[in-house]
């Protein structure tokens, strides 16, 4: 589970648009949906796009199976997340709280979906969950 900026700050940043749940209990949940899952998880948050490049890019030697990101704000501008995650072995899903095509025009577009094989926005909290859950069927399913 890799957040990119300002994610950190959830619970406490615009509240009226992210809701309350901090970024720690969001993970918190996402450990105990794993623990019923059977998988490891690993969370990370970071508020530099190199940072972020980096884990994908090491997410092979970790012996990582999927990648779960919010990009956050990179979402609309970064080619570089782009391309580590095209480039990447593991298969990715998007994740967002909000629904970023019903709020403003310039969130509508993701430079990161194209490189993820599912997008899960606009369940709050909810949507890491649903993601993390659609990427382990998808993991588990037969080839």
Known sequence: MLSGPNLD???????????TTTLAQIHERLSAAARELGVQLICRQSNHE??????INSADDDGVSGIVINPGALTHTSYALYDSLAGAAQPAVEVHLTNPEAREPFRHKSCVAPACVGRVCGFGADSYLLALRGLVDRLRAPR
């Open 9 to 19: 700050r959830l619970g406490r940043r615009q509240p009226e648009v992210y809701g």
């Open 50 to 55: 190199g940072q972020l490049i980096d884990w």
